[in-house]
């Protein structure tokens, strides 16, 4: 028997940080999830994402919601902040209105999404005077506004989709309009990511394709979000999140070395650019983030102001 020598590195000890993150939020519903959601912001903010982006509720039901949060985090963090944008009941005009009001915010930056039903369950219909899709949106608003766009792309194929072949249309539709990149579904096995990204490569389409990352901190929840999405749950996750859930801290540290694995192999992969979703909690993703080699970026004191 050959024991392993005493100078092999750990896995994650070589990640140099080459790589660039970005971070989504939703917006608070009370005052306690405020504290919660400006806490992770704070914490994540010395890490310098690409951008952070916040999501707008099914049939746009936080849309003010969405656009304070949006408009603060503009106005008081060093962050490029983005906002979600759907079709789902709103016309081309209200539509319009609340592209305006990002813009005079000083918001650059819209993720354009056709968006879900109000009702669960429903079939999606698009607003008599609105837009049929997010290649629909993603025009409409660049005709509006030169944003910075990115748009949604489905590893395991989009549940309304009619075939693979369909949704990958779809989305080169949506970047053919002008989109800037494509930002995944989240996925848990490295192989669905890169699978899609040699699909994605062999329709033509060259945008970078984001890999959405989703710590896992309630496996119910998840299994529950993943089966409205169409996400595979390995059988094996089930068996390593088996009995914790009376042991918060354990699931944690389950959660993070999973989700951490998965951004180590599609690392290795070559992928650079990674999007949490971090329910508006840090911790997950800053442990991530740290494992692949990301630290704090030191910004510059700024000049004392002469009297």
Known sequence: MTTPSAEQ???????????????????????????????????????????????YGAGGSTRERTHNTVARIARETPLAAAAHLTCVAASKAEIDEVADAYWDAGVRHIVA????????????????????????????????????????????THPDAASPQSDIDNLKRKLDAGATRAITQFFFTP????????????AGISADIVPGIMPVSNFAAVQRMSAMCNTTVPSWMGRLFDGLDDHPAARQLVS?????ELCRNLYMGGVRDF?????????????ICHLLGLRPQVRAAEPEKTA
Do not use: C
């Open 256 to 260: 993070a070395t999973l989700a951490a």
């Open 191 to 202: 192989d669905a990511y890169f699978r899609f990204r040699d699909t994605v490569a062999a």
């Open 9 to 55: 590195a750990p896995l994650y000890a070589d990640l140099a940080g080459d790589l660039n993150v970005s971070f989504e939020f939703f917006p608070p519903k009370s005052e306690k999830m405020e504290a919660q959601l400006w806490s992770a912001i704070e914490t994540l903010t010395p890490l310098a994402p690409k951008f952070v982006s916040v999501t």
């Open 275 to 287: 999007h949490f979703y971090t329910l508006n909690r840090a911790e997950l993703s800053y442990a």
């Open 113 to 156: 999404l056709r968006g879900d039903p109000p009702e669960a369950g429903t079939a999606f219909a698009p607003h008599p005077q609105g837009y049929r899709g997010a290649a629909e949106l993603v025009e409409g608003l660049l005709k509006r506004h030169p944003f910075e766009i990115s748009v949604a792309a489905y590893p395991e």
